[in-house]
Structures are given as structure tokens and as C-alpha cells.
């Protein structure tokens, strides 16, 4: 591929002003300065609630349903989803008995050979990622064998005639099935199999995911945008709306960080078109606000003015790709929303100020941008901000049981569902925020399930085929 030069200005731009009176003019650093140690230790209190909440509820299964206070599994065995999600969690909070229990509870009863089909996407972000960072943080190498078993399994997802991934697998028979499926879903694996194949030192789980992201982005567009659906055998676009929402994000995000984790210039020359078609393209000024929507990939033309609470993580991505201007600007936008009603609405129309979808999942991404921005711009704002949203989040989600999804963010009516990332991102997130000693920010790359991975092997520590992979 032709490398293509970065631009090396950034334009500045005026914030735009939250909402709630107690955080207008002067956005959130208006607020009184919230007290980092203070917001830390009530973080993992409330953490440490909703981990006890499963254990005693749902140990051993996927995770808990906290209103009625029952396991819940996503398949017809547990494949453990929270605590391997939960586990770095659990040793950046330094709360390492806990930790240790994991880590036994997934050495003597994580099984893979299941004869169930599972979808490739969740498993690689939320078992791939979480197994890799555990091992990664505490050496233990039961963990890295979970994870190359798992990932061996994995990899007949690629055996189709694009090179796209089947969008579920059989863990035991290898058998492949559905084939409509998204740019997220096929360009968001490079980061776990590729960590696999450097640690390992077979490159083959590299090279297939690459190639699944690389066979992504060929699709684009003339314009430089991808659509939101598309067949895994033909190549074929489905749905030809582009945004950066669910679906794309992470296809997004894995372009930037596979350059950031890996020093592959192939990433690095495939992000830089694609985010400048983003910001061309899906990019929204009203009144003087940031947004994101969405556009036709042919044609660019704006097609909804649709944001959400998994539109929020675009800030961080801005942020740590080197566009800090734009990433606050969008932030605000982002904390606009959630001021709205206290909490995130899944989908606002924003130029209408309707909300589209009413539901709030327990989501992470507001809080890992406002993570990024306090990291790069040292604002104590964002630490008020922070501490806004993590006191609506206990407010309106706390059960007696742990915490539990909304089905409406106007009614704050709760719904049964605490799912992993909730222990894996949201609370890690909040956590990190406020505690960014426990752990080195540019020493890490987080995937998009919130779980920090190292180049360990550019210490010289792996084998020399994964230096010799690394190299090309």
C-alpha cells in the first residue's frame, strides 16, 4: 500500500456548552473539582458490589441477571464471560484474591470443546481480549493455552471465499454459519488474534485477521466510507448507510490501534482515508455543536442525524489518534446527551432532539472518552465530568443485587441485564479515570472491550518467528 502523510495542523475549535445548569458556560470545570482519590474508591466500592453481586447469584455461569437475581448464559454451556471480562479489572484494582479466584475458576472450568455455535465477534473481543490481557498482567500461563485453543477454533471463520469471517462457528465441529454480517464484526479482530500470533509466534492468526480488515476497507467506497452490512461470500454490499455507530465502530477504531499496538503501516495507511472521509462525510455542525450522523457511503448525503451512546467512544478515538480539538468538541456533544435525562439515551435524533431508542445498555464508551481527553488534555474538567456521570450511573442503575440495564431513559424503569463489559469497561473506565496511576496509558492498547494489551514481544521476550511476523 502507498503510505500516505498525516496531515500536521490541527484546527481549533470552540467547546460547545453542556446542558445542566450546574455545568453550563464553562462546561463541566465550571462544577466544584471533583477529588480523584475520593472518586476512585467509590468506584471500586460500587465495582466490588456488582462483582459480589454475581458471585453469589451467578458464579460460574456468563453473568447476572440483577433483578431477579439469577445466572444467565449465552449459549448452552457458560463460557465464564464475566469472569474472564472482569479479570484485569480485578488486578488494576489491585483486589488480587479475587483475581486469583477468577483465574482458578477459568483454569478448572473454561472449556471450549462445546458443541455449540458462538458468535466469532463477541467471543474474540470479550474471551480472545480478556484471556490475552489477563495473561499479559499476570503471567500465569494457563491463561494464554485457554486462549490458543480458543483461537484455533476460531479460525475457521475465515474460510470463506473473501476472506471475510462467518459470523458464528461450532467450537468443536469447526462448522461455519452466517453470512450477512458488518464492517465491526469483520475488521475488529486484529488486535486479539494478532497479540496472539506475536506472544505465540504463529503468525498465522495474524495474517487471517488482517486480512479479514484489510479485505474490509478494499470495499470502501470512492468516497472512503464503508456501509453497515455486507455478505461474507460475495463481498457484496447489504446496506449501503454509513456512521460510525454499531455495526462500523470498531472497524474504525482497529485501524488506528492495530497501527498503535503492532506498527503496522498497512493500519496506519488505511486510517488516515478513512477517518478524513468520516470527518468529511459523517461530521455535523449544528448550532455550533459536533455530532456524527449518518450518510449514504456513495454519495455522502445525510441520510439520519442519529447518535448514541455507542457513538460515544469516537471522542477517544479522535483523541488518541492525535485530534484533540475535535475529539473535546464532540465530548461535549456526547455529555449534552447524556445531560438530556441524567443518563444516555442508546440513539438521539440530535438536530430534532428526540430520542430515537430509549434504552441505556450500562454503556462504557462516554466514559472511556472522557478517560482519553482527561489523559491528554490534564482538565480537571473531565474529572468532573466523570464524576457527574459515574453519580447518574449509581443513582438510576444500583440494584440490591449489582446494576441493571435501563429500558427507558426518561422512566428510568430498569431492565434484567448486568452483561460483562459492564465489569470489563464501564466500571474499568471509571476506575482508570480517576486512578491513572494503576496503570501506564502509553504502555497500552486497549481493545474495544476495554482490556489493555502489550507489545511484550518488542522487549525480546517472544520467539523469533513472532519477531520475524513483526518485522513485515
Same mark, same amino acid.
Given at each position: 500500500?502507498i503510505r500516505m502523510l498525516r496531515t500536521s495542523a490541527l484546527i481549533f475549535l470552540m467547546l460547545a456548552?453542556?446542558?445542566?445548569?450546574?455545568?453550563?458556560?464553562?462546561?463541566?470545570?465550571?462544577?466544584?473539582?471533583?477529588?480523584?482519590?475520593?472518586?476512585?474508591?467509590?468506584?471500586?466500592?460500587?465495582?466490588?458490589?456488582?462483582?459480589?453481586?454475581?458471585?453469589?447469584?451467578?458464579?460460574?455461569?456468563?453473568?447476572?441477571?440483577?433483578?431477579?437475581?439469577?445466572?444467565?448464559?449465552?449459549?448452552?454451556?457458560?463460557?465464564?464471560?464475566?469472569?474472564?471480562?472482569?479479570?484485569?479489572?480485578?488486578?488494576?484494582?489491585?483486589?488480587?484474591?479475587?483475581?486469583?479466584?477468577?483465574?482458578?475458576?477459568?483454569?478448572?472450568?473454561?472449556?471450549?470443546?462445546?458443541?455449540?455455535?458462538?458468535?466469532?465477534?463477541?467471543?474474540?473481543?470479550?474471551?480472545?481480549?480478556?484471556?490475552?490481557?489477563?495473561?499479559?498482567?499476570?503471567?500465569?500461563?494457563?491463561?494464554?493455552?485457554?486462549?490458543?485453543?480458543?483461537?484455533?477454533?476460531?479460525?475457521?471463520?475465515?474460510?470463506?471465499?473473501?476472506?471475510?469471517?462467518?459470523?458464528?462457528?461450532?467450537?468443536?465441529?469447526?462448522?461455519?454459519?452466517?453470512?450477512?454480517?458488518?464492517?465491526?464484526?469483520?475488521?475488529?479482530?486484529?488486535?486479539?488474534?494478532?497479540?496472539?500470533?506475536?506472544?505465540?509466534?504463529?503468525?498465522?492468526?495474524?495474517?487471517?485477521?488482517?486480512?479479514?480488515?484489510?479485505?474490509?476497507?478494499?470495499?470502501?467506497?470512492?468516497?472512503?466510507?464503508?456501509?453497515?452490512?455486507?455478505?461474507?461470500?460475495?463481498?457484496?454490499?447489504?446496506?449501503?448507510?454509513?456512521? @460510525?455507530?454499531?455495526?462500523?465502530?470498531?472497524?474504525?477504531?482497529?485501524?488506528?490501534?492495530?497501527?498503535?499496538?503492532?506498527?503496522?503501516?498497512?493500519?496506519?495507511?488505511?486510517?488516515?482515508?478513512? @477517518?478524513?472521509?468520516?470527518?468529511?462525510?459523517?461530521?455535523?455542525?449544528?448550532?455550533?455543536?459536533l455530532w456524527y450522523g449518518y450518510a449514504d457511503m456513495h454519495s455522502g448525503k445525510r441520510t439520519h442525524?442519529?447518535?448514541?451512546?455507542?457513538?460515544?467512544?469516537?471522542p477517544g478515538l479522535l483523541a488518541v489518534s492525535g485530534d484533540v480539538p475535535r475529539a473535546a468538541r464532540?465530548?461535549?456533544?456526547?455529555?449534552?446527551?447524556?445531560?438530556?435525562?441524567?443518563?444516555?439515551?442508546?440513539?438521539?435524533?440530535?438536530?430534532?432532539?428526540?430520542? @430515537?431508542?430509549?434504552?441505556?445498555?450500562?454503556?462504557?464508551? @462516554?466514559?472511556?472518552?472522557?478517560?482519553?481527553?482527561?489523559?491528554?488534555?490534564?482538565?480537571?474538567?473531565?474529572?468532573?465530568?466523570?464524576?457527574?456521570?459515574?453519580?447518574?450511573?449509581?443513582?438510576?442503575?444500583?440494584?440490591?443485587?449489582?446494576?441493571?440495564?435501563?429500558?427507558?431513559?426518561?422512566?428510568?424503569?430498569?431492565?434484567?441485564?448486568?452483561?460483562?463489559?459492564?465489569?470489563?469497561?464501564?466500571?474499568?473506565?471509571?476506575?482508570?479515570?480517576?486512578?491513572?496511576?494503576?496503570?501506564?496509558?502509553?504502555?497500552?492498547?486497549?481493545?474495544?472491550?476495554?482490556?489493555?494489551?502489550?507489545?511484550?514481544?518488542?522487549?525480546?521476550?517472544?520467539?523469533?518467528?513472532?519477531?520475524?511476523?513483526?518485522?513485515?
Open positions: 500500500m456548552a453542556p446542558v445542566r445548569a450546574a455545568t453550563s458556560s464553562g462546561g463541566a470545570s465550571a462544577a466544584q473539582p471533583a477529588d480523584p482519590a475520593q472518586m476512585a474508591a467509590e468506584v471500586k466500592t460500587e465495582f466490588l458490589h456488582a462483582w459480589t453481586g454475581y458471585k453469589r447469584y451467578a458464579w460460574g455461569h456468563d453473568d447476572l441477571a440483577p433483578l431477579s437475581r439469577k445466572p444467565h448464559d449465552w449459549y448452552a454451556k457458560s463460557l465464564l464471560m464475566s469472569p474472564v471480562d472482569a479479570l484485569d479489572t480485578l488486578v488494576l484494582m489491585g483486589e488480587n484474591k479475587e483475581a486469583d479466584a477468577a483465574r482458578d475458576l477459568i483454569a478448572a472450568k473454561l472449556d471450549f470443546d462445546q458443541d455449540i455455535y458462538v458468535k466469532n465477534f463477541e467471543v474474540t473481543i470479550r474471551l480472545l481480549g480478556g484471556l490475552l490481557s489477563g495473561y499479559q498482567l499476570t503471567g500465569d500461563e494457563r491463561l494464554l493455552h485457554k486462549a490458543e485453543d480458543l483461537a484455533t477454533r476460531l479460525l475457521p471463520v475465515f474460510d470463506s471465499p473473501t476472506g471475510l469471517p462467518y459470523v458464528e462457528v461450532n467450537l468443536r465441529t469447526g462448522k461455519t454459519r452466517g453470512t450477512q454480517t458488518n464492517p465491526a464484526e469483520t475488521g475488529t479482530l486484529l488486535l486479539e488474534f494478532g497479540t496472539l500470533a506475536r506472544v505465540t509466534g504463529k503468525p498465522v492468526f495474524y495474517d487471517k485477521a488482517k486480512r479479514a480488515l484489510v479485505e474490509t476497507w478494499q470495499r470502501r467506497s470512492a468516497i472512503g466510507l464503508v456501509g453497515s452490512g455486507l455478505d461474507v461470500e460475495t463481498g457484496k454490499w447489504l446496506d449501503t448507510e454509513s456512521h @460510525i455507530s454499531g455495526g462500523i465502530d470498531s472497524y474504525y477504531e482497529y485501524l488506528w490501534k492495530c497501527w498503535r499496538l503492532f506498527g503496522d503501516e498497512d493500519c496506519l495507511a488505511m486510517w488516515q482515508p478513512s @477517518i478524513a472521509a468520516a470527518n468529511r462525510y459523517l461530521a455535523d455542525d449544528v448550532g455550533g455543536s442525524a442519529y447518535y448514541g451512546a455507542l457513538d460515544a467512544f469516537f464532540l465530548q461535549d456533544s456526547s455529555f449534552r446527551m447524556w445531560n438530556m435525562h441524567g443518563i444516555e439515551p442508546e440513539v438521539l435524533d440530535y438536530r430534532a432532539s428526540k430520542i @430515537i431508542s430509549p434504552g441505556y445498555a450500562l454503556r462504557p464508551e @462516554i466514559v472511556e472518552s472522557t478517560y482519553y481527553l482527561s489523559h491528554y488534555t490534564r482538565d480537571p474538567k473531565y474529572l468532573a465530568m466523570g464524576r457527574t456521570l459515574f453519580r447518574d450511573f449509581v443513582r438510576y442503575c444500583r440494584t440490591d443485587a449489582g446494576y441493571a440495564a435501563l429500558a427507558n431513559v426518561v422512566t428510568k424503569q430498569k431492565k434484567d441485564r448486568m452483561e460483562s463489559f459492564v465489569l470489563a469497561e464501564t466500571f474499568k473506565y471509571y476506575y482508570l479515570l480517576f486512578a491513572p496511576s494503576a496503570l501506564d496509558f502509553d504502555a497500552v492498547t486497549f481493545n474495544t472491550e476495554a482490556h489493555p494489551l502489550r507489545a511484550t514481544w518488542l522487549r525480546g521476550t517472544e520467539t523469533k518467528a513472532a519477531g520475524d511476523a513483526q518485522s513485515r
